[in-house]
């Protein structure tokens, strides 16, 4: 799946990430209500969305993501 990861554009994996937590979204509100048919698709699902995000992570250039907020102590 990673190899897929990669190979999409930032647009595509912007568009899945939104699809995979709405799915989350759902998959919690039935699994609450009783009606999860696999227990371990929630947590399939958010492994997927932490894959997407460190790809999309991954893609940004060094300058933007020290500018993120992530102070170094010295």
């Known amino acids: 799946m990673t190899k897929a ?3 999409k554009s930032d647009k595509n994996l912007a568009q ?3 699809d995979k ?3 989350l979204r759902v998959f919690r509100f039935g699994a609450s209500a009783g009606k999860a048919k696999n227990p371990h698709e929630g947590q399939t699902l958010r492994k997927e969305i932490a894959r997407i995000l ?4 991954s893609r940004l250039p060094e300058r ?3 500018q993120s907020g992530a102070h ?3």
């Open 72 to 74: 170094k102590t010295q």
């Open 5 to 7: 990861l990669t190979e």
């Open 16 to 18: 899945e990430l939104r």
């Open 54 to 57: 460190t790809e999309l992570s």
């Open 64 to 66: 933007v993501r020290s």
């Open 21 to 23: 937590r709405e799915s």
